[in-house]
């Protein structure tokens, strides 16, 4: 066993983990923080993208003892600090961004990700930037609107969903 | 999956130190090797993360004008540090896999697997780069060994790749869209001295140089040049995506492609 410690939404916290024990794991059995999912644990889906020092990662794909001393980011710490959803929160829920949700933690994760780096990003961009997110049941077209609209962008010309 | 130690050393010395460790694996971004671990395709007993080395992250600019990357600079730093110094190269790395892959994913690690269809191999082949270890200087020409395998020894880190950069240079992804690795993908970079083409996600031998378009494109470098030229089918990849007849196809389409963006 190592012992790590890491920030997590800005929160100290630390423990024993195995060298085999992935990010994902220990946020969600070790810390109980259960907002990021495991969708496919292959790397393929992105339920479970997190930000390490801000920087999108699947967190089913990096060990937790890479994650030691550095600041992760999840879906528990996205609202406002007044309890408030966060602006892509709030519109992934204006623009019906989601249906059954399990996608929904990877895909704010990553959608804030890209804000980040692009504050306007296009339609295309954005499509680009979410490959490596699945969802199954929207067919994309309102997570799309849902970005466009957190960027302050206007979501007349996106596909009507 | 199984149980295994995590070493996370601070410098390259340690790095090799520790993977002389009985059946010791060097981590890069663990992009493709814990997928690997899941699978119980590989099972070592001792990872070694290089992503704690920070001499070992980086682009830099050697004294005649190379790009220098470090082996455990990712593939999104690649795109932001080295895209005014080598865009063809930049825009490749833009491509591999999606945006939280190239966040974790490194050159070196990508090199090291040499995966047939990978993106990274084709620039550095095609590029005629230079691979230092931690032992040796290995030109790419000696250091692609069929699909998987590589000139490095057991223990041997990648700590850099030198690029010379090249009068124009573009690389054409004909993307498998569920893995987001290349079906085919060509490279093709123009020198004073001659062009260089080379082919991923084709061979059953992994990279490849197309030594018939090289020359063509060094006497024309036009996409015409190639249009008598014919790929071989044989020992192409076929599988559920592509047949080997569909990939042979798609090599000297690319080609063409990737030329006409260059020029």
Redesign the interface.
């Known amino acids: 066993m190592?012992s790590v410690s890491m920030t997590v939404n800005g929160k100290s916290v630390s423990g024993e983990v195995?060298?085999?024990t992935?990010l994902v794991d220990f946020l969600r059995n070790d810390l109980r923080m259960t907002g990021t999912h495991v969708g496919c644990?292959?790397?393929q889906c992105?339920a479970c993208?997190v930000h390490?020092d801000g920087?999108?990662?699947?967190a089913c794909?990096?060990?937790a003892?890479?994650a030691?001393g550095a600041a992760v980011a999840t879906i528990e710490g996205q609202a406002n600090a007044d309890g408030s959803l966060s602006v892509v929160q709030q519109a992934f829920q204006d623009h019906h961004g989601l249906q059954c949700g399990f996608c929904t933690p990877g895909m704010v994760m990553?959608a804030a990700?890209?804000l980040k780096e692009n504050p306007k990003p296009t339609e295309g961009e954005i499509r680009e930037?979410l490959?490596?997110?699945i969802c199954r049941c929207t067919g994309y077209h309102n997570i799309v609107k849902a970005i466009m609209a957190a960027s302050g962008q206007d979501v007349a010309a996106i596909a009507a969903g | 999956?199984?149980?295994?130690?995590?070493e996370?050393p601070g410098t390259l010395a340690d790095a090799v130190n520790a993977l002389k460790g009985e059946d010791a694996q060097a981590l890069g971004g663990?992009?493709t090797l814990?997928?690997t671990?899941?699978a119980r395709l590989a099972m070592p007993a001792t990872?070694v993360?290089l992503?704690g080395i920070g001499e070992m992250k980086g682009v830099c600019i050697g004294d005649d004008g190379a790009v220098c990357i470090g082996g455990a600079t990712t593939h999104?730093a690649v795109v932001r540090e080295a895209a005014a110094h080598y865009p063809a190269l930049a825009d490749l790395a833009s491509h591999i896999?999606?945006?939280?892959?190239r966040?974790?994913g490194t050159i070196g690690g990508s090199l090291a697997n040499n995966d047939p269809s990978a993106c990274y191999p084709s620039a550095v082949l095609g590029s005629g780069a230079t691979i230092i270890t931690n032992a040796r200087d290995i030109v790419a020409d000696e250091f692609f060994d069929g699909m998987f395998a590589t000139a490095l020894d057991e223990g041997e880190v990648i700590t850099e790749v030198r690029f010379p950069v090249p009068e124009k240079a573009n690389y054409q992804k004909f993307v498998q869209p569920a893995s987001?690795f290349a079906l085919v993908g060509v490279f093709v970079a123009k020198y004073s001295d001659g062009v260089r083409v080379a082919v991923t996600g084709a061979s059953e031998d992994g990279v490849f140089r197309w030594s018939e378009a090289e020359e063509a494109l060094s006497r024309d470098f036009s996409a015409d040049a190639i249009g008598g030229l014919e790929v071989s089918a044989d020992g192409m990849i076929a599988d559920l995506h592509g047949s080997s007849a569909y990939r042979a196809h798609l090599v000297k389409v690319m080609t063409g492609r990737a030329v006409v963006a260059a020029a």
Not at chain 1, 55 to 58: G, Y
């Open positions: 190592t195995e060298g085999r992935l644990d292959t790397s992105g993208v390490v920087e999108a990662v699947k794909t990096m060990f003892v890479e030691d990553s990700a890209l930037y490959e490596g997110n | 999956m199984y149980a295994f130690e995590i996370r663990g992009q814990i997928p671990l899941k990872l993360s992503s999104a896999g999606d945006p939280a892959v966040n974790r987001r």
